[in-house]
């Protein structure tokens, strides 16, 4: 993971200084806490583990918009399987794990993008999901980080 330059941390600390964002999906304010209303009167939030994960979720809207991106979605369940065992004349593949990337969209020459959005730093489990998820999908994740945005 170093050609992110992302610093590795525990779980514990990035924890420490995530801050829960919840976006008013009327009018794209911001909102630390969750509010029962937004400023707007809006009453539907969409919920982002950091600003910087609501930041580049904003930016992508506006990719789509632009007709740069399209299919842009968030949060899709990725399985991590381990290598096929045969088992009885069949390969049999035993779930390991889940990664769920931040999000997953189609760029204007077809080519399918998985994107996590990582602060500056990253966990071993992150890492070791960032690995299985290229062995077993055969592409590395796109990896976005505060400094890039």
């Known amino acids: 993971m170093a050609r992110h330059n992302l610093r590795r941390a525990s779980g514990r600390e990035i924890a420490a200084v ?6 008013c999906d009327a009018c794209g304010v911001h909102h630390e806490r969750n509010p029962p209303q937004c400023y707007c009167g809006g009453m539907a939030f969409t919920r982002f583990d950091s600003k910087g994960e609501a930041t580049r979720w904003a ?10 991106i399209s299919e ?4 899709v369940t990725y399985n991590l399987h381990a290598p096929g065992q045969y088992y009885d004349g069949a390969i049999r593949q035993e779930l390991v794990g889940k990664f ?8 204007k020459g077809g080519e399918v993008v998985v994107e996590d959005y990582k602060g500056n730093t990253i966990t071993e489990l992150a890492e070791w999901k960032l690995r299985h998820f290229k062995a077993q999908y055969g592409f590395d994740v796109r990896i976005v980080t505060a400094k890039m945005l």
């Open 18 to 23: 995530a801050a829960v964002i919840q976006v």
């Open 59 to 68: 930016q992508l809207l506006l990719l789509e918009k632009a007709g740069e």
């Open 72 to 75: 842009l979605r968030r949060q």
């Open 100 to 107: 769920i990337p931040d999000f997953v969209y189609t760029e």
